[in-house]
């Protein structure tokens, strides 16, 4: 895809432009073997997202307003895999743009939407465990299926219009050189990211969960020593601790994403950092890489996924 000039043997992106970037040489070798890997990883992203997206559409018993939030985010990461993967695998290993300056604009967009997206249904799922887990009673009548489906299409359309806005603003830039396409933004751009999509949900989430540990400790310890005294248990209290179980498996995605997400956009707020850099590129794949383990928590802690994974490979699809 790329060229190699008389001079030197310098490989330019697009020779017959005076402004091209250049391009990596790399061997055969190293060629096959990157996207080999980049495209296990993306089927297999998208492979187990879409199992978890089959597995909570058609089995009607796991409609319910959490699984619902699970259901959005792994729609988000399934379209990590299928469209940023392989497009960010190629400009990685092709260390060439060759999709233009406009679809560079689109696939920003889209990469932003994703991104933004995941962790704000991160922050509803906090809510919905925090309500959950620390307000049981209230939480059948505050977390209802209608509500949480159209706060999630809320959440969406917001983060496409933020996206869409970011992209508006990034697509006047000049490029430092043609075959490139890295973010960029102003100032002012930089702080309301910052703000709206660092700094305000992981406080959220994190003291929503801190309060949700705290509870959820202190519910299990008053269940756990019921049963030690040999007394029998009511229906609330074998619903809190499955809630409080449900609340832990939760925070371990929650807490896996942040490990994947905050260094990277730590770094990218770093003045002068390029985004080519092998640092960047390597947290920004711990960032796609995410997308492909919540299903595997899910395998881990969640029986229902398991049992509905099984029905699905056995193309037994009854309700």
């Not at 029998?232 to 409080?244: A, D, F, I, Q």
Request: hydrophobic fraction near 50%.
């Amino acid at each position: 895809m790329a060229y190699e000039t008389e001079d030197h043997g310098t490989l330019y992106c697009f020779p017959a432009i005076n402004s091209s970037c250049i391009k990596t040489k790399r061997s055969t070798h190293e060629y096959n073997i990157m996207y080999v890997f980049f495209s296990l990883l993306s089927v297999w992203t998208v492979f187990l997202n879409l199992l978890v997206i089959i597995s909570i559409s058609h089995f009607k018993k796991l409609h319910t307003p959490t699984n619902m939030l699970i259901l959005s985010l792994a729609v988000a990461d399934l379209l990590i895999g299928l469209i940023i993967m392989p497009l960010e695998a190629i400009k990685l290993i092709e260390t060439c743009w060759y999709f233009g300056d406009t679809f560079c604009t689109v696939f920003l967009t889209i990469m932003g939407l994703l991104f933004s997206t995941s962790l704000s249904i991160l922050v509803l799922i906090a809510v919905d465990r925090y309500v959950a887990v620390c307000h049981p009673l209230l939480y059948p009548q505050k977390i209802t299926m209608t509500r949480t489906i159209i706060i999630i299409c809320l959440f969406w359309v917001f983060s496409l219009a933020y996206n869409f806005a970011i992209g508006i603003n990034i697509s006047h830039r000049k490029f430092t050189c043609y075959g490139e396409c890295v973010i960029i933004i102003t100032f002012a751009w930089t702080i309301t990211d910052l703000f709206l999509f660092f700094v305000l949900p992981c406080t959220i989430i994190i003291t929503l969960y801190l309060r949700i540990f705290y509870v959820a400790h202190h519910q299990v310890k008053v269940i756990n020593s019921l049963m030690r005294s040999g007394k029998h248990l009511t229906e609330g209290s074998v619903r809190r601790k499955s809630e409080s179980k449900a609340a832990l498996t939760l925070g371990i995605i929650v807490t896996v994403y942040l490990f994947c997400w905050i260094p990277y956009y730590s770094l990218s707020l770093t003045p002068n950092t390029r985004m080519t850099s092998v640092i960047a590129y390597f947290m920004l794949w711990m960032m796609y890489i995410n997308s492909g383990l919540n299903p595997l928590i899910y395998a881990i802690f969640y029986p229902w996924f398991r049992t509905s994974v099984k029905h699905i490979l056995n193309l037994q699809m009854t309700h």
